[in-house]
């Protein structure tokens, strides 16, 4: 048997790579089994142009993204209702893809993708704010069968907007939330979605896509509130999210003002491809709006 000898130096190299494995080993397991199942409150307080001073201190719960399957996504949407319903919120609002489109496949696989809607809307339907609950569909749910999806919501009392809106009433004054179908569906009508509402109206639109909101913003939308980008789902020190998706590329995350309006990005509840989340957990957003009419001391 040869003796080599252990230098300093060797030790040192050694022990450095034993600690790189570990810690590799032990962000792989964050990434894979911790971070994807604890969702993350985060608390926006917005001012809203033309909201009444009856309605100042209005909350809504937001959440996203959701990709419904019952090994990895189940749980962190469970998590995220139970939160929410101790939150004592006004609303709540979905904004899209409660299911995941398959990459290739025949249409009857990507129709079939869509039974995926049924359970994750069972979840959904526990969720309990004072006026309920209203969501859009996403570019996911537009891909496999907008119908399906939409019943399933509806089949638990959550009112699902498709180039629609509808005034929200409590305390004697009203804002308008509206949604619009995801625009990488080919189905989103900001015209149409807005028709009806009166110029003198505070407006909530709900839009999947992020990036819709240079459009949006023209049209006298007060707050978009949007999903899509999943944060990137993993993000790097230094380097930032390892993937975007299209319309999620230029506000993939938090709150931006786009000319007289506030859009804010959620990192969504799911995961989608590969259930991994790594400096990106999943998010639900409750704002606060605050009107213009009622003054705070600075």
């Not at 489109?101 to 129709?111: S, V």
């Not at 089949?155 to 629609?164: P, Y």
């Not at 590329?249 to 859009?263: A, F, S, T």
Request: glycine residues 10%; positive net charge; charged residues 20%.
């Amino acid at each position: 048997m040869t003796a080599f000898p252990l230098t300093r130096r060797k030790f040192l190299k050694a022990a450095a790579a034993s600690i790189a494995a570990a810690g590799a080993v032990t962000v792989g397991s964050d990434a894979i089994f911790r971070e994807p199942n604890h969702p993350r409150l985060g608390r926006v307080e917005v001012l809203l142009q033309k909201l009444p001073a009856r309605l100042d201190g209005f909350t809504i719960a937001q959440l996203s993204d959701f990709h419904y399957e019952p090994h990895f996504t189940a749980t962190p949407i469970e998590a995220a209702v139970n939160i929410v319903n101790g939150l004592n919120a006004d609303l709540a609002v979905l904004c899209g893809d409660y299911v995941t489109a398959p990459l290739l496949g025949a249409r009857r696989g990507w129709l079939r993708a869509a039974e995926a809607a049924d359970p994750c809307a069972r979840l959904l339907g526990r969720l309990r704010t004072r006026l309920g609950v209203v969501a859009v569909l996403g570019n996911h749910d537009a891909f496999t069968d907008p119908e399906h999806v939409t019943r399933s919501l509806e089949v638990e009392g959550i009112r699902v907007l498709r180039n629609q809106s509808i005034p929200i009433e409590h305390d004697g004054a009203s804002f308008w939330l509206a949604g619009v179908n995801a625009v990488l569906g080919g189905g989103a009508n900001i015209h149409e979605a807005l028709r009806g509402v009166p110029g003198s109206k505070a407006v909530v639109l709900l839009c999947h896509e992020p990036d819709f909101a240079d459009k949006v913003a023209r049209f006298g939308v007060g707050l978009q509130l949007s999903g899509h980008s999943h944060g990137g789902q993993v993000r790097l020190p230094l380097v930032g999210p390892l993937y975007l998706p299209p319309l999620a590329r230029k506000y993939p995350w938090g709150l931006r003002r786009i000319g007289p309006m506030l859009l804010y990005t959620n990192c969504g509840i799911g995961t989608i491809r590969i259930p991994v989340r790594w400096n990106c957990p999943p998010e639900i957003t409750v704002f606060t709006l605050r009107s213009p009419a009622v003054s705070y001391p600075s």
